[in-house]
Structures are given as structure tokens and as C-alpha cells.
């Protein structure tokens, strides 16, 4: 697991070439991990990513007296018959947002869970109240206590439950609960995610019955028992815009193999309006740059539109694009926290407050009441930009892996302190794009 003392020294210039293997999703494979604890029987999971979430997972698993053993490259065994406790470390609640995903098995377990209450990217609120009020309706009651969340329920029951907003981690949560209640569980508004799928599809192999039934509606059959079951994570799309952004920003040439276009839609669109290249394979896609870019607005949405993990990334391609482009964002709360890292390093960006939605407490996925009047909606992007190198610290997931982008296409050396935060999300990524062409040194203070 990277620590916070791990540096990289980046020398910009260089336009990437050759190809590059995608990981497991970040966002489906801790998850898949923890719900091979409602299973009886051993899982084995394969093609997760080497990175400190999978790490961190594995190592609440063994704490909670299971097991989960890596057993040859990306791959863990996940054994169950010796979970002896339902509650975890408060540790785990500073370091990641994954604890509370474990209450569905320990619930279905033991009749209870001890949590801490989460902490991970600073990126708005992101509420917990959707994933809390549909277990409620269940039959499980919460009490905070020290910074613990204990939850209990002697058995959970079946309902009816419509989310009021989209949510990709209440989703998957509901769904574990479900699929052990007693009784036939409705989720309605549910979210639409593929990493979702891939966790339907694992849960079915083990036994369960869930399934699509229409549009952001899902039944789940509660059963009495799992088994286990063998999975391969869906590739990682977050890591593949990653690197379709770098090869694309860096004016270079690469073939991201294993990247489904199913999974990608909503950014291939974009990459048609910007003027960037791409081509779809059996092997993968490859992302190319073709010539001047063109300015482009983006609106970020729920899936199937243009996901807030890939707004920062694409942040960077407009940054090199002549004229003004525009990024609205309506997902998260908060998710400009890379700007003035930006503005540093050369770009021309402007905070602004877009036109107003005829209902904005719809229009918006986050809780509008708990909006602030610091928080930017929407920015102004003036390009083309020639980034220059700084020293700077990584303070999120996604904002740290754009200002290694800035850095990788502009001209000049930067140091980013604080890199782990970038590993949470990312496997190796310092030796996937040197092995491409970037000048990048890790530094372990």
C-alpha cells in the first residue's frame, strides 16, 4: 500500500506510444470482495487491480476472521467459514468510504454491523442517507455512537424502494441486503452503472436471483443461502479515459487493450465533437491524436451519460483545444478541486454559475440543501494551454491523476507529493505510462 511520503518527478514533452493493459474496475472489485462474504463456499475473484483499496478490503476480510489470500496475479481467494465478528477497525473509515458496504454481510451474518463512518475523496456530501433509508425499510435500525455506525437487524424483509437520486454505491448496497431478506425486494430509480452488472452477474453465479426487470428497476429475490463463485472484474473504463486523455493530450498514439466501447459511449461522442482519433478493436480501442482539438461543452450525468470521474481528465483535453470550452457539472457537489493546480500551471479557467434548470433540486444528483455558496457548478476553459511544471500535493483520486496529465503534456519537470491518493484508483500507473514513453520518476522519501 503507497504511502503518503511517495513522490513523482514528471518530465513533460514526450508523446506516448505503444499500448497499455487495463486493469478490474476500481469501482466493481472491492465491492465483488466484500460480497463473497454472503457466500458459504470459497470465491475466487480474478483480474483485481494492485491497488490500496483491494489491499485495504482484503485486509478488513482478515480481520473480521475470514480470509483473502492473493494466489497468482490479480487474483484472491476468499474463504469465509472463520468471520467470528461483525465490527470493523475505526481505522478503516479514515482511510476509504468501503466500510460501509460491509454491513449487508455482516448483517446477514450476525444481525449486526459496527462500521465507522466513511471517509475517502473530498468530492460534496455524497450522501449515505440513500443507502441508510432503504435499509431502514428493510428492517435495519441505525445508532451513531463515538464515530461507529451500528446497525441492527434480526432479519431483513423484502420492499418496495424507490431512490430519490441516483446512486451507484446505494445501488450495490440495497442489492447485497436483498438478496439474503426474506421475501422479494423491488429497487426502482436504481442506478445503471456496468460495475453494477458485474456485481449482478457474480451474486447470480453464487446463487442469487436478481435481475433487470425494466428501466432503473431491479428484483431480488431474497434466498437462504450463497455459494461461492469465480469471477473476472470488468475492465477498469475510469483507467481507460485515463490513458485515452494522456495518449490524446500528449499528442501520441496508444492501444489501451481490453476497453469495452459498450462501457465507453458517452466519452467516444466527445472525442468525435473534440476532433481527437480513435478506432475500436478485438483488441481493445485504440486513442490517437490527430490534429488541433476543438472547443467542446460537456454536461456531466448518471449513466449512460458522460461520467464526474472522467470530467477532470477531460478537463485536460479542452485545455489544449482552441477557444472556450465549458464543463458543467451535475453529479457530484464539488469536483473542481483540481483548478487551481490548473490555473498554476498556465491554464486560463474561470469559475461561473450556469443557467438556472427550471428545477434545480432535480436537476442536480446531489443533495441541493446541502450545497455551499463556496462550491463551483460549472467552469470556463480558455485554450490552447502550454502547462508548465510546478511542485505540487495531491489532495484526491481524480484531481491528482489530472494534474499528472497537465504535467505529462505541457513542458517542464513537476513533483507531486502525495501520490498514494492516486494509487487508490490506479495499478502501477507510474510504470504502465513510462513503459509508453512518459518521464516519470517515483520518489520514496
Known sequence: MTTGKTSFVITGGTPLRGSVRVSGAKNASYKLMVA??????ESRILNLPAISDVSMVAEIIQSLGGEAKEAGEGTYLIKTNGINSFSLAQKYGDI???????IAPLLARFGEARVPLPGGDKIGKRPLGRHFDGLKKMGASFVQENGMLIVKADKLVGTRYR??????TGTETLIMAAVRAEGTTYLENAALEPEIDDLILFLNNMGAKIRRTAHKTIE????????GAIHRVMPDRNEAVSYACAAIASKGDIIVENAREQDLIA???KLDAVGAGYEVGDYGIRFFYKGPLKATDLLTEVHPGFMTDWQPLWAILVCHASGTSTIHETVMQNRFQYVDVLRKMGAKIEEYTPESAEDQKDFYNFNWEDRQDTDVR???ISGPT???????TVHDLRAGATILLAAMSGSGETILHNVGQIERGYSQIDK????MGAKIKRIEE
Open 36 to 41: 463473497a462474504l454472503l457466500g458459504e463456499e
Open 267 to 269: 466519452f467516444l461522442e
Open 386 to 392: 502550454d502547462f508548465k511544471g510546478g511542485e505540487f
Open 96 to 102: 476509504s468510504r468501503a466500510s460501509t458496504i460491509f
Open 432 to 435: 504502465k505510462l513510462v513503459s
Open 163 to 168: 431512490f430519490d437520486k441516483n446512486t451507484h
Open 378 to 380: 460549472a467552469i470556463k
Open 220 to 227: 431480488i429475490q431474497g434466498v437462504s443461502e450463497l455459494k
